[in-house]
């Protein structure tokens, strides 16, 4: 059998169809950045007050990290992803790179008829690469393994509800990383066996504060580790590398690119898209579903759609009468002993406010 070869794609958020990519018979694989490379090569395109997210990636696709990649799709989110398009196009200048527009309206039949479009489009683009027709069964089979993916992260992220809970957040997390990046039938597998062990398991420990942790992306683990660390529970988040990826399925009819559009016009969004009250709602059903003591507001340095968002979500919240915590993080690990003291802070609050 051929081997298959990585598609990247480079995503604000979780809107790049990943069951077309496998329907493909390619890889699909997130494109995340690093925080211990220095970006060196990004500077020459972009300043550096941009995301430090979206620059990473693009210094490391400049350094040529991505070599073994077929090509990439870039999916309409935030500014930033819209506009680093063109720049990677002339400076990367991959053999094919994909422009997936999604609505930025994410309700309604319009927006329902573009992403249907946009789907048919995006699946005669990658029939032409591949030189293969990509058939209703290809589809279905896509559709299948990314659903079970999904499922498993959802079952094991409901072992957060207990209390204290089975999985720290960190490792949820780093299994929904791993998932973006594998060839699904792998994670399935890791992820099937992960969820047999822990649902064997009974809660142990202390109990801590129990954190939403929501907002710009966090694609390193170690983050989330380190409060942990110092004394919190993540047991819920609002993150593209969390239940985002996760909290929903495709429902499978006999017409799959229309179920596919459904499902991702009804995920939980990221904060440039609208709705913008839908984001709330879902911030909402998290606090009540995992019990939440408190919610951690993080925002990445020079990330707008966060930064404007947040300070909605921080005034609803605080009037009733949730401690909410605003972070900014620089996307190295710089800074984080004023982080620690804010959250050691934080936790300080939420044990003041139980006893
Ligand atoms: S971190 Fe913010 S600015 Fe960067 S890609 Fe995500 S939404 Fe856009």
Known sequence: MQERKKLGYFDSCNYTPEELIVAANLI???????????????????QSHFCPFARSCLDLALKGYYANFTGFVISHGCDVTNQFYDIWKKHVNPKFLYYFHIPL????????????????????SLEEFVGNEITQDDLRRGIELCNETREWLRKISELR????????????????????????????????????????????????????????????????????????????????????????????????????????LTKPILSAKVPRAKRLKYIRTLINRYQIDGVMLHQLKFCDSYHIDNVTIHEVLKEAEIPVLVLETSYTMSGMGQLRTRVEAFIELLQKIEH
């Open 28 to 46: 699909p694989v997130r494109l995340f950045g690093s925080r211990t490379e220095t970006p060196t090569l990004v500077d020459t395109y972009v």
């Open 105 to 124: 309206i994410t309700e309604g039949e319009t927006a329902k008829r573009f992403f249907v479009k946009e789907l048919a489009h995006f699946k005669s």
């Open 161 to 264: 509800r207990k209390d204290p809970p089975l999985i720290t957040g960190a490792e949820l997390h780093g299994l929904v990383r791993m998932s973006q990046i594998t060839v699904k039938e792998e994670v399935n597998k890791v992820l099937r066996q992960k969820y047999n062990e822990l649902s064997n398991c009974t809660p142990m420990g202390n109990r801590n504060p129990r954190i939403l942790l929501s907002g710009s992306i966090i694609d390193d683990s170690t983050l989330i580790q380190f409060f942990e660390g110092l004394g919190v529970s993540v047991v819920a988040d609002d993150l593209c590398v969390g239940t985002r990826y996760f909290w929903t399925s495709t429902e499978l009819t006999q017409n799959p690119l229309h179920d596919i559009a459904t499902r991702y």
